[in-house]
């Protein structure tokens, strides 16, 4: 019954549609992929922390704008995502969103497909923060997954914020550590990411919004985890990563343009022309350029020219 009521509740506040076509994709494997031109939708990958305000505006802008947009909120990687979503979804009506609504889905909800044919009218779709291991357990591989990039191709803005933002990449970062310290582990045990090294970042499969090259990293400046991106990207030949801070986001758009906006900053990596050591020796590079990006700034990914914000 109260499964009952809970799609009952999704079907008044999104809407039914027609059953979505599977979201799956060939995905290029080359320095500079070439934007999916049924990609006609955009994201907003926010690092974490408070959401400024300007930030939650362009989602909803992106998504319809106040009176238009339809947003469901998928708080899954939180333990009390029930509540947070709720918050999550009362948010975007608060600031004119036409409907928005929580969905908190178990593995065993997401085969429904009734539940797919209910996204098909969301014009913005948001996973908050938490574990993203959990989000990705919970519908990564499912028609769920599947209705999400459907309606992504056909313009809806997709959106989320620190573990909402790593699930955008894949691979993605899982927050695991397999040798903490290297050859020198440290006294404290909550020490972490303390070398550039090989092997010891854990990524796993993500959603994949972004190019397959690209893998996003969360609080980043907060949290002082340049190590492990580093790693990331000098250990996979032709990667971008992407290091948002809090109250930060990057907003790419369907060309490939990516827009920095919030109260930080984004630290890019680009290894696409960067020369790496061999496999099996110390991990080191030559001509990795690195951009430093704050509100205001662009980066082109097709060409990896960055801009900062024009003077006032």
């Not at 990331?232 to 109250?247: K, M, Q, T």
Request: overall charge neutral; hydrophobic content about 40%; glycine content about 12%.
């Amino acid at each position: 019954m109260r499964r009952l009521i809970r799609l009952a509740t999704l079907a008044l506040l999104v809407g039914c549609a027609s059953a979505a076509p599977n979201g799956a994709s060939s995905r290029a494997d080359s320095r500079f992929p070439i934007p999916d031109s049924r990609q006609e939708g955009h994201l907003v990958v926010v690092g974490g922390g408070p959401i400024p305000e300007v930030v939650n505006r362009r989602f909803l802008d992106l998504a319809g704008g106040a009176g238009k947009a339809r947003i469901v909120v998928f708080p899954m990687a939180s333990e009390s995502g029930t509540e947070s979503g709720a918050e999550k979804a009362a948010d975007f009506r608060k600031l004119g969103a036409a409907e928005a609504v929580s969905l908190n889905l178990a593995r065993n909800d997401t085969g429904a497909d009734s539940i797919a044919r209910l996204l098909g009218q969301a014009t913005g779709i948001w996973f908050p923060g938490g574990d993203q291991s959990r989000l990705t357990a919970a519908i990564l591989g499912t028609a769920v997954l599947d209705s999400i990039r459907s309606r992504f191709r056909h313009g809806a803005v997709v959106g989320g914020t620190s573990a909402g933002a790593a699930v955008m990449s894949d691979p993605m970062i899982s927050g695991d550590e397999r040798r903490p310290g290297g050859a020198r582990p440290p006294s404290d045990s909550s020490d972490g990411w303390m070398t550039i090294d090989r092997e010891d970042v854990v990524l796993v499969p993500g959603f994949g919004f972004l190019p397959p090259n690209v893998t996003v990293d969360q609080h980043f400046l907060r949290r002082r985890r340049h190590n492990r991106l580093i790693s990331v990207v000098l250990e996979r030949p032709n990667f971008v990563g992407v290091g948002i801070d809090e109250s930060t986001a990057i907003v790419v758009s369907p060309g490939g343009a990516w827009d920095v906006i919030g109260a930080s900053q984004a630290v890019i990596y680009d290894a696409r022309h960067a020369a790496v050591t061999p496999d099996k020796s110390t991990l080191g590079a030559t001509d990795v350029r690195l951009h430093v990006l704050p509100s205001g700034s662009h980066f082109e990914f097709a060409t990896g020219k960055a801009s900062l914000p024009a003077r006032p």
